[in-house]
């Protein structure tokens, strides 16, 4: 299961560096590639918004 990003992302830019496979895309709110997330929750981790949740 991956992780994905809710519309409270403020494109803060803390998460990328967060995730070792480089499974988040920038923009006005950022996109995790499902196929490429390991679901470690380390970008949820980083999250100042609470933005990141595992995917349903």
């Not at 992302?9 to 988040?24: M, R, S």
Request: overall charge negative; hydrophobic content about 40%.
């Amino acid at each position: 299961m991956a992780y994905t990003i809710t519309d409270a992302c403020i494109a803060c830019g803390v998460c990328l560096p967060e995730c070792p496979t480089e499974a988040i895309s920038e923009g006005d709110i950022y996109v995790i590639d499902a196929d490429v997330c390991i679901d470690c929750g380390a970008c949820a981790d980083a999250c100042p918004t609470g933005a990141i949740f595992p995917a349903e």
